[in-house]
């Protein structure tokens, strides 16, 4: 995340948590997509043009190793970031 996060794209920061397995992230404050779909707050157009926006931006970040065509980010397919943050 804090790769992704160096190129510009929208992430919580992640902080060390001292173990290999945890991942401590900060916190953010406002409705999931999902939330705010199902309350009104954004409609389906605008949630599918945002969701389609951060695919495209996060295929744009580059791989760790750009001489290496198998080097890659991988993302999730859902998208849970705080709505209000991203916008």
């Known amino acids: 995340m804090t790769y ?3 190129h510009g794209y929208p992430v919580p920061r992640v902080r060390p948590s001292g ?10 404050s406002g409705p ?3 939330a705010a779909l199902l309350a009104g707050g ?4 605008e949630g599918g ?9 996060l295929h744009a970040v580059p791989g760790r190793n750009p001489a290496d065509p198998g080097s ?5 397919c859902r998208v849970w ?6 916008r």
């Open 72 to 76: 890659r980010v991988l993302g999730c």
């Open 32 to 34: 999931t997509m999902p």
């Open 42 to 45: 954004m409609g389906a157009k």
């Open 19 to 28: 173990s290999r397995t945890d991942l401590v992230m900060e916190r953010l």
């Open 49 to 57: 043009a945002l969701l389609a926006s951060l695919l495209r931006r």
């Open 81 to 86: 970031w705080a709505a209000r943050v991203i």
């Open 4 to 6: 992704v996060r160096e």
